[in-house]
């Protein structure tokens, strides 16, 4: 089946810096994107990924490991407002999305 | 990136009644539409993919009949609660992407409630 695995919470203080990690087993792979969604909002895009490797913008990174089915967001210089889900998504070979059920972060002052 | 507008945000309706959400692509064409819905604390599931002119294709376990889709148009989709039940109340999100790309962009999502 295809299953896609994130933590359930993470908390971390302003400032700092998190990763959120991302497993993956799917039919296919086609790229694996990032979203963030705040309580009561639709998700909004943070990244894609494709290829391995880092992709930096501005203090979001995403990384990406086919081979391991693994990938993380970086999150830096954490501020209140990034308190959300954080939610990965890898599109199959049927190009469908097939979602992990979402990180929510908590932000400390 | 390109905007997707859904409408409305909110909706109550009393138990038994029909509900239509809107879904409008606004500067692009959406040739493949997606509905999901969300429950509260948990990940979005995807409903049905519909294809602009064609019949959409729902998930296993969505009923058809309940939850009906029309994608008559490049820029428009609707989903419509046919005979809403308490247990339909939930956040109702779609998302368009148009053809060759990988990319979806979301609507703003409706919050059904069924009273």
Redesign the interface.
């Known amino acids: 089946g295809q299953n896609i695995d994130q933590p359930t919470e993470m908390t971390a203080t302003e400032g700092a810096i998190v990763q959120i990690n991302c497993t993956y087993q799917t039919s296919g792979f086609n790229g694996l994107f990032w979203y963030q969604q705040h309580a009561g909002e639709a998700p909004t895009f943070l990244s894609y990924n494709v290829l391995d490797g880092l992709e930096e913008k501005g203090r979001f990174s995403s990384f990406l490991s086919r081979s391991k089915g693994y990938s993380y967001l970086l999150l830096k210089e954490l501020q209140m407002k990034d308190s959300a889900s954080y939610l990965c998504a890898v599109m199959d070979s049927n190009y469908q999305l097939i979602w992990g059920a979402g990180t929510k972060l908590i932000i400390k002052p | 990136?390109a905007v997707v507008s859904?409408h409305p945000s909110r909706v109550i309706c009393k138990s038994g009644t029909s509900v239509k959400i809107e879904c409008r692509s606004l500067d692009f064409q959406a040739t493949t539409m997606?509905w999901y819905r969300q429950f509260p604390?948990?990940?979005?599931m995807?409903m049905a993919?519909s294809n602009e002119g064609s019949k959409a294709t729902y998930e296993q376990g969505v009923e058809k009949d309940k939850f009906l889709i029309n994608h008559a148009s490049l820029t428009l989709s609707t989903l419509t609660v046919t005979s809403a039940h308490p247990e339909d109340s939930s956040?109702y999100?779609c998302s368009a992407r148009d053809f060759g790309e990988?990319?979806?962009?979301?609507?703003?999502?409706t919050?059904l409630t069924v009273v």
Not at chain 2, 102 to 109: D, I, M, R, S, V
């Open positions: 990136g859904q997606f604390k948990k990940s979005l995807l993919t956040f999100i990988t990319e979806a962009f979301f609507g703003q999502g919050r």
